[in-house]
């Protein structure tokens, strides 16, 4: 499989902690997504990382990739009560995958306390 | 507003009964996707379209029929044939094809499918 897999499964912290998930995947890739999941809601997407990058923020979002290790970290600062949701990392696939699919991972439950 | 939109938000079927999902984007995309989301799962790929009049099994198709009549819509149908229906299905679209492959996709807000 493909699929990515993230890790924690639950991670809970105070607010104003940082928190940090981490993907790891098997095949080599284009890209890798992440996205974040409010209970009984559709997926949203937070930021995509490209295979010769190793390094991207956006905002209190900070994600990393090492396609060497074929791995991931998703690092939250400053975490919030809000920030409560579940994250997922998505991977394309190099060569010979389906045009366009991604590859989901379980998730990270991440719950943050006032 | 553009973005993508599924109806209904619940839906309960009784045994043996086909019930068909809709989605709908204004997007502009020529990619979509329809996953099922069970607790403590990740998504699963029933089935995805890039083009109008073209669609793929994904890994879970069994039990479910779609249709691509038009760029917008992407319904899909959960048969009698599926045998555990009750989960939570999401639909996305994204621009999906050639050098804009593999970008994000947007998510509907899912409709979450109960068997009474």
């Known amino acids: 499989s493909q699929q990515g897999e993230e890790d924690p499964q639950a991670l809970s912290i105070q607010e104003g902690e940082n928190a940090t998930m981490n993907c790891s995947y098997k095949?080599?890739?284009?890209?890798l997504q992440w996205y974040r999941q409010n209970s009984g809601r559709g997926l949203v997407h937070l930021i995509l990382?490209?295979?010769?990058?190793r390094e991207k923020h956006s905002g209190r979002l900070r994600v990393t990739l090492d396609t060497s290790k074929k791995s991931s970290s998703l690092l939250i600062t400053a975490s919030r009560a809000a920030d409560t949701a579940s994250y997922f990392c998505?991977?394309?696939?190099?060569?010979?995958?389906?045009?366009?699919?991604?590859?989901f991972g379980r998730g990270t439950q991440l719950t943050v306390w006032p | 507003d553009g973005g993508i939109t599924q109806s209904p938000k619940y839906l309960f079927r009784k045994e043996g009964q086909n019930v068909t999902l809709s989605c709908e984007q204004n997007?502009?995309?020529?990619?979509m996707y329809w996953y099922r989301q069970d607790p403590g799962q990740g998504l699963r790929l029933i089935y995805y379209?890039?083009?109008?009049?073209?669609?793929q099994k994904g890994d879970i198709a069994e039990g479910y029929s779609v249709s691509r009549e038009k760029k917008e819509s992407f319904p899909l149908t959960v048969t009698s044939a599926q045998k555990n229906p009750t989960a939570f299905y999401l639909c996305?679209?994204?621009?999906?094809?050639?050098?804009?492959?593999?970008?994000?996709?947007?998510f509907g807000q899912g409709t979450r499918l109960t068997v009474v």
């Open positions: 996305a679209s994204s621009m999906g094809t050639g050098r804009r492959r593999n970008t994000e996709a947007f």
């Open positions: 095949t080599s890739i284009n890209n």
């Open positions: 990382i490209r295979s010769n990058e």
């Open positions: 998505a991977t394309d696939a190099d060569r010979g995958s389906t045009l366009g699919r991604l590859y």
């Open positions: 997007l502009n995309h020529d990619a």
């Open positions: 379209s890039q083009i109008v009049n073209d669609f």
